[in-house]
């Protein structure tokens, strides 16, 4: 997955092909991936147990060096010159053993490096698989890895399909790449007009404000004789 020159090269052909700018491209964090996969949490646990294991044989055998010392310098004003010569060879051989065994475990492509490979191909196999798949079916002509090699200065999270491999490898998060959920649908009173008190209609009298009783009509007294 970290085939950087492959990588390049591909997009070095597209970019040079006719109709290069339609094509669709895109990224994902495979270690982001890894790390929500069962497999690989199993994987990482085996190899710690086997990390411990060996360092604390290294462990023991640095305290057996350790003694050795110690006891050379006790005893060494009593040593014979050949005496002494052989037990700082002892020393020696056990220096250069704990080298070699440091090495052969923890060293490059040493054994902790090769039972890594070994645990994690199947993880990044099945990764490699389900990236293939999404770039099918989304038509995709390059999928980069933003845990690679590469360096990538920048990433458009428009382009991430990270969670689309999760989704093919049946880890995909629920609340990702799914449509929102509808609201409760609620409806809005329509505000009421406010009446003015002072504001007169046709009749000539003011309307009565809302909440207040309309005041008591007046009559004129009619004159005795009047027609």
């Known amino acids: 997955m970290k085939n950087i020159g492959g990588l390049l090269l591909a997009l070095l052909l597209l970019l040079a092909a006719p109709g290069a700018r339609a094509q669709k491209f895109g990224w994902v964090d495979s ?7 069962p497999e690989y949490a199993k994987a990482q646990v085996e190899l710690n147990a086997l990390s411990d294991t060996w360092q604390k044989e290294l462990e023991a055998q ?3 060096l350790d003694k050795l010392y110690r006891t050379y310098q006790a005893e060494e004003v009593v040593l014979t010159e050949p ?3 052989k037990r700082q060879d002892e020393i020696l051989k056990k220096e250069q053993d ?7 475990q923890f060293g490059y492509e040493g054994q902790i490096f090769k039972k890594r490979q070994e645990l994690n191909k199947p993880v990044q196999d099945k990764i490699f ?4 798949k999404v770039a099918k079916k989304k038509a995709l ?3 980069f890895d933003k845990s690679g090699d590469m360096t990538m200065l920048y990433t ?3 382009h991430d399909y990270t969670e689309f491999v999760l989704e093919e490898l049946g880890l995909g998060a629920e609340d990702r790449n799914q449509p929102a959920k509808k609201g409760p649908v609620t409806t809005v009173a329509p505000p009421k007009t406010p009446i003015d008190p002072n504001f007169e209609t046709d009749s000539g009298a003011p309307e009565p404000a809302a909440g207040t009783k309309a005041p008591p009509k007046t009559t004129r ?3 005795k004789g009047a027609k």
């Not at 270690?31 to 996969?37: A, D, N, V, Y």
């Not at 704990?98 to 052969?104: D, F, L, S, T, V």
């Open 31 to 37: 270690e982001f991936i890894m790390g929500k996969m």
């Open 141 to 143: 002509a390059v999928l």
């Open 62 to 64: 640095k305290k057996d």
């Open 98 to 104: 704990i080298k070699a065994y440091q090495n052969k």
């Open 156 to 158: 458009n999270p428009a």
């Open 221 to 223: 007294p009619v004159k």
């Open 83 to 85: 005496m002494k010569k």
């Open 129 to 132: 698989e389900a990236c293939e």
